[in-house]
Structures are given as C-alpha cells and as structure tokens.
T-cell receptor
C-alpha cells in the first residue's frame, strides 16, 4: 500500500465547477506539498503547508494533521486548470519525501 | 527567473546502450535530485546530491549511477539500458534543507528503451 493515497485518480469537470482533490497519508509528516504537472511534464509547486489552510487565487489547500488528510480545492475551475495534481509529504524524522500517484484533472469548456 | 533544464525532452535508446541524462540549474542550489515517474506509481527518487561530488542513493538506485562534477550540473547514467527503464525522468533542485523548501523541477525527459 502506498504511503500517500490520492483520490480520485481521474476527475472530469465542467468549467466553473468547484473541484476537490483528496490526499491521505499513513506516515508522520512535517509538511505536505501540492504540485501541479501540466501536459509535457513540467512540475510546479503550488503549496507547502504543515497546518491549517493556505489560499492562492482560486486554489485553496487544507491539512488536518490529526486525520492525516489534505485537500486541494479549485474554485470556478477553468480549462487551463487541466493538469495532474500531485500530493507529496515530507516524512517526519528522516525528511524523506513520498509522492502520491497524482490526480488527473480535465476541465471542459 | 529560476530554471532547471534537461538535455532532451524525448529520447529513444536500444537495450544495452549507455544513456546519459543531463540536468542543469542556474539557481546555485546545493541539492539536486533525479526522479522517475511511472503511471500509478508517482515520482520515485533515484539519486540525490547535496554537494559537488557527493551523492546519496534514493529509493530505486539499481541500474543507475550519477555524476556531479560541477554545482550546476547533475547527470544520470544508465550503464546498460533495459526496457524496464522506459519512463519519464525528472530532475529537480532545491536550496539547503531539501524538501523543507520548494523544489524546482525540470521539464522531464521521456525515455523509451526498445
């Protein structure tokens, strides 16, 4: 079983919809990253968080350390949000990084 | 603007060939990483380097080696390519502190071994 599980694996939405991508992990962590990978491969970091909530534009990331769960929300989704979203955790104590398999989001106009 | 570049976007090699994947960063970062990405498995760390001539094995180093002769350049070497090394390879760099800070990724090299 992967230490970092994401759901759903694939998600198709209509433009304007509210999107939620979930990440659950089974190890103790010191922080969690949300990454975005566009077609063609390039990965950019969206958020790093260790508690609470962060917001950047239409993107909101939350984390519940006790529940070992994080969510990435996209409000008013747009076709340019179509990408693979990857959750990654920094393992407490050894600073190893573990990645989820990614959620492929397609937003249709 | 920060930049991590990789030598090729697409590469096709034959089984048994020696393959070099090059990564260059212009941010004067100490840490550099090589990952492979496969469907359903996510990113997996092959090797990382925290300084010139220093290297550490990641989760899946078998079949790979690395070289870091200059701070800005980190090379991944497949000594004898095999079909199970067909994958997307991603390079990244970060300042000291590693994953506690943002990692900057290259565009990736999609390697096919036939």
């Amino acid at each position: 079983k992967n230490e970092v599980e994401q759901s759903p694996q694939n998600l198709t939405a209509q433009e304007g919809e509210f999107i939620t991508i979930n990440c659950s992990y089974s190890v103790g962590i010191s922080a969690l990253h949300w990454l975005q990978q566009h077609p063609g491969g390039g990965i950019v970091s969206l958020f790093m968080l260790s508690s609470g909530k962060k917001k950047h534009g239409r993107l909101i990331a939350t984390i519940n350390i006790q529940e070992k769960h994080s969510s990435l929300h996209i409000t008013a989704s747009h076709p340019r949000d179509s990408a693979v979203y990857i959750c990654a955790v920094i393992v407490y104590n050894n600073n190893d990084m573990r990645f989820g398999a990614g959620t492929r989001l397609t937003v249709k106009p | 603007d920060v930049k991590v570049t990789q030598s090729s976007r697409y590469l096709v090699k034959r089984t048994g060939e020696k393959v070099f994947l090059e990564c260059v960063q212009d941010m004067d970062h100490e840490n550099m990483f090589w990952y492979r990405q496969d469907p359903g498995l996510g990113l997996r760390l092959i090797y990382f380097s925290y300084d010139v001539k220093m290297k550490e094995k990641g989760d899946i180093p078998e079949g790979y080696s690395v070289s870091r002769e200059k701070k800005e350049r980190f090379s991944l070497i497949l000594e004898s390519a095999s079909t199970n090394q067909t994958s997307m390879y991603l390079c990244a760099s970060s300042p000291p502190g590693g994953w506690r800070y943002e990692q900057y990724f290259g565009p990736g090299t999609r390697l096919t071994v036939t």
